[in-house]
């Protein structure tokens, strides 16, 4: 029996976190570069002006990362050697912080993450809104998105409330009116690629606590507060995958991913230079660079040869060469991008801001080049607010990572949609899914 088999499976869901306890939260950023563990004991906190949306403190306790292997594009393309990679991921995370872990937050980045807007009303004969109204609006609003049988819910955030027609209201509750409407942001993803994450992370002997969008994790990591309220894009350029977040309001309200990243400018750089892979991967690290410049036609620098015979001399070619094949595909990913977000309708809400970040975001010239495709302006977002990172994690490629970290402080976003039994009726009622453990002991 599939454990897909009834239409009501949603994604495990979290339980909020305690406003009031310390938890230790264990997470894995499954990426196509590498695979990070990270465990990290969440100290509640006084409300604060620095980051305003977090409930509690971060520290990182255990870290462990490991070259990926097995993983394409963000999806699993080996489970045997993914299993074992994120085996060695944890492990290390485990004895740096002398803890075991049984259970973790994963990161989603494959499965055509889908973005909809789903809008629901209902009828108060002008009585004043209760909690009961409100699970009600979310629960019909939640019900349009269950028709999808191949694609499972990932994230449903209620994004704005409107009331007799008049849009932008956050928070009904007790206010009059004659017509509840809700705008519904639902994040979906196909159930295979879902299954397959899972089933890795299962043969390493552990559990998924809950999935979360990659855009959503990087978002929540590298914005800052008057980003998400103004509205901003968060792009996290990826090693396989690029994706998409835009935030305005504070909430996420639109994901998409594209199956180009840091990857395919190496790729591109050892097929255009007949040099091997970790070749042209140090390669596009030392000389690689997004910018046209002109002295580079001077410079040479060498090309190792693929060849295994010792005396195959180094090749030697114009610097500008690697910038030309780099520029070529970075290109081309931005303007995949551009087009996305104007496609998207998200467009005016992005406005002029933009955050790169995400391990390729790192490229020499990067920003630039993103200013001048996507015309707007752009930083380079690291992960905030967290301590305990050892320096080498404290960069752009670890913000996937820290953002499931932070997930669990802005999980009931979606919970209290939830407890209009949308959830429940994915999740079977239990809150949680049905370990898929469980389903490995029964079938095999």
Known sequence: MSIFGSSHFGMPRLKPLSSKRTHIVSVLDIGSTKVVCMIGRLTPRAESEILPGRTHNIEVIGIGHQRSRGVKTGV????????????LAVDAAERMAG????????????????????????????????????????????????????????HSLPTGFSLDGERGIRDPLSMYGDVLGVDMHVLTAERPALKNLELCVNRAHLSVEGIVATPYASGLSALVDDEMELGCACIDMGGGTTTISVFAEGKLVHSDAVSLGGQHVTTDLARGLSTRIEDAERLKVVHGSALPNGADERDTIAVPPIGEDERDQPTHVPRALVSRIVRARIDETLELIRDRIQKSGFSPIVGK??????????????????????ARNVRIGRPLGVSGLPSAAKGPAFSTAVGLMIYPQVADQETHAAQGGVLTQLTGGNGRIARMGQWLKESF
Do not use: F, M
């Open 99 to 154: 803890l075991t872990v049984d259970s973790l937050i994963v990161n989603v980045s494959a499965g055509r993450l889908q973005s909809d807007i789903y809008t629901a009303t209902i009828d108060l004969g002008g009585q004043e809104v209760d909690a009961a109204d409100l699970r009600k609006v979310l629960t019909a609003a939640g019900h349009q998105s269950l028709r999808r049988q191949d694609r499972a819910i990932l």
């Open 353 to 374: 801001r933009i955050v790169l970040t995400g391990g390729a975001s790192q490229l020499t010239g990067l920003p630039e080049a993103a200013r001048r495709i996507l």
């Open 76 to 87: 699993i393309a080996d489970l045997e050697v993914a299993e074992s990679v994120v085996r």
